[in-house]
């Protein structure tokens, strides 16, 4: 069974810089795609940004596309996002999540999130 855990989370100040990682286990990382996905206080959960299996694509939502770089090392089987310049608005819990291209089940795989809180 998949497990995904995540890291890095905490208190970051408004302008600085933070750096998330997700831990994948229970299978062969390279088959999934990854994403990351966060959850503001009283908001729906929100699509951050993904990456294909071999790393070569990524895609971001519009609100992160010049602040964020997600990355993997599939040789440690490990995900990051890194943000530049976090806004009080990008306070959320983060998550990633694994989704496996061979079945139409989506993001199958979630982790149990690391809250992100940027203060101003």
């Known amino acids: 069974q998949v497990q995904l855990v995540e890291s890095g989370g905490g208190s970051v100040q408004a302008g600085g810089s933070l750096r998330l990682s997700c831990a994948f286990s229970?299978?062969?990382?390279?088959?999934?795609?990854m994403g990351w996905f966060r959850q503001a206080p009283g908001k729906v959960r929100k699509f951050v940004a993904a990456i294909s299996p071999g790393g070569n694509s990524t895609y971001y939502t519009d609100s992160v596309e010049t602040r964020c770089i997600i990355s993997r090392d599939n040789a440690k089987n490990t995900m990051y996002l890194e943000m530049a310049n976090p806004k009080v608005g990008d306070t959320a819990v983060y998550s990633c999540?694994?989704?496996?291209?061979?079945?139409?089940?989506?993001?199958?795989?979630w982790g149990q999130g690391t809250q992100v809180a940027v203060s101003s």
């Open positions: 229970g299978d062969t990382f390279s088959d999934y795609v």
């Open positions: 999540a694994a989704d496996d291209p061979s079945n139409t089940k989506g993001y199958e795989f």
